[in-house]
């Protein structure tokens, strides 16, 4: 049942993808979207299904609960920010997709070398990584508040960017190692689906609901007369600040892991260091 669930959602996701890229006009874009956003909203269910429905693996119950609130936001904040820089960046100020682009990459770089770097991090003894990255991640999507209409490459983009992709990439595997920590190996495979099924279901969830603080955003600075593309801006620079608050909350609740993904794990007495 959930396969045809998912099937039923996946559908109108996809199929809407091509036609919100080559949208000609705004109204078909919105179509496009609304279509996507209906497929997204029933497509969430599934995982969310999955994760109430399925039995709880065996290990410690509050690190896998914090683990998976911190990957639902991980996957909310970096959606939705990929998808208003996108936005902010072709809308706004003007650039091709090519260039928007480029000018995300050194984003996605710095949180493939964080994730990579935080198991030696975390094995030198560094303590509360998943705490350092949220917070570096929120400064970076708070920075993103001010981004101006036509933002400077290096101080207005670069520099934030990097911030959110250094501190996403640090809470990634300790998020991943909470999950998983104490996990018995024949239940490992349901840990990492359920994992999985909540990042899916936090970027949905977030886009949905950041999307909509924009919109509501964007029609209340057009009444009150502000030009259309800045009502716009404001939009998304609320939007940022949001995921901003949503990452700094993932950063406390990393404070109650009790050290399984804040610290390196001790050695077992039988265990060879």
Not at 79 to 94: K, M, Y
Not at 102 to 129: C, K
Not at 144 to 159: F, G, S, T, V
Not at 167 to 195: E, K
């Amino acid at each position: 049942m959930l396969t045809v669930h998912a099937a039923v959602g996946l559908h109108p996701f996809y199929r809407r993808q091509p036609g919100g890229g080559f949208a000609v006009s705004g109204a078909a874009l919105l179509a496009a979207r609304a279509v996507q956003g209906l497929g997204a909203a029933v497509l969430a269910t599934s995982p969310l299904a999955i994760i109430v429905a399925a039995p709880p693996p065996k290990g410690p119950g509050q690190e896998r609960a914090i683990g998976m609130f911190m990957v639902l936001a991980l996957g909310a904040i970096l959606t939705s920010s990929l998808f208003f820089l996108s936005q902010t960046l072709q809308r706004i100020d003007g650039r091709n997709p090519l260039d928007t682009g480029l000018a995300l990459l050194p984003m996605a770089a710095s949180l493939a070398v964080a994730a990579i770097s935080s198991r030696t991090l975390r094995d030198l003894g560094v303590r509360h990584l998943p705490c350092l990255g949220g917070l570096i991640s929120a400064a970076g999507l708070i920075w993103l508040y001010w981004i101006p209409e036509h933002p400077n490459l290096a101080a207005d983009l670069l520099i934030p960017t990097l911030l959110l992709g250094t501190g996403c990439g640090l809470v990634m595997m300790s998020a991943t190692h909470a999950v998983l920590a104490g996990v018995p190996r024949q239940d490992a495979g349901l840990a990492a689906g359920l994992q999985n099924s909540a990042r899916q279901l936090g970027g949905a969830i977030g886009i949905a609901l950041l999307v909509t603080l924009a919109h509501a955003v964007t029609a209340s600075r057009n009444a009150a007369g502000q030009a259309a593309r800045l009502a716009e801006l404001d939009g998304y620079r609320c939007a940022f600040l949001a995921a901003g608050c949503l990452s700094i909350l993932a950063a406390l609740a990393s404070l109650l892991l009790r050290g399984a993904a804040s610290e390196p794990a001790p050695a077992s007495p039988g265990q060879k260091p």
